[in-house]
């Protein structure tokens, strides 16, 4: 079976640090791009990074340059998102999507999604 599973959310202060983690079954993730979603409550889901399968390239929104850092294992099967001065803003659900080739911005495009894991920054 073809699975991500993310895990590492959880509740922290305002300018505290997670680490997620995204680890594939059922497919190997270096053939493909994985990206960082999130959505908060009543909100549309919006892009937050990628890294692509071939040559490193990494996109983040601008929110979270120079805070998050998204990097792959691809010995591990496995994709991290490092978040680090973590804002109220960031609060939400975060899942990770695969999809061949090419880093989108459209969340419709991906073929494989996680379940999500939760991320509360608060006092």
């Known amino acids: 079976q073809v699975q991500l599973v993310e895990s590492g959310g959880g509740l922290v202060q305002p300018g505290g640090s997670l680490r997620l983690s995204c680890a594939a079954s059922g497919f190997t993730l270096d053939y493909y791009v994985i990206a960082w979603f999130r959505q908060a409550p009543g909100k549309e889901r919006e892009g937050v990074a990628c890294?692509?399968?071939?040559?490193?390239?990494?996109f983040y929104t601008d929110s979270v340059k120079g805070r998050f850092a998204i990097s792959r294992d691809n010995a591990k099967n496995t994709v991290y998102l490092e978040m680090n001065s973590l804002k109220p803003e960031d609060t939400g659900i975060y899942y990770c999507?695969?999809?061949?080739?090419?880093?989108?911005?459209?969340?419709?495009?991906?073929?494989?999604w996680g379940q999500g894991t939760r991320v509360t920054v608060s006092s």
């Open positions: 890294v692509s399968s071939s040559d490193g390239y990494t």
């Open positions: 999507a695969a999809l061949r080739l090419f880093c989108s911005e459209y969340w419709n495009e991906y073929t494989y």
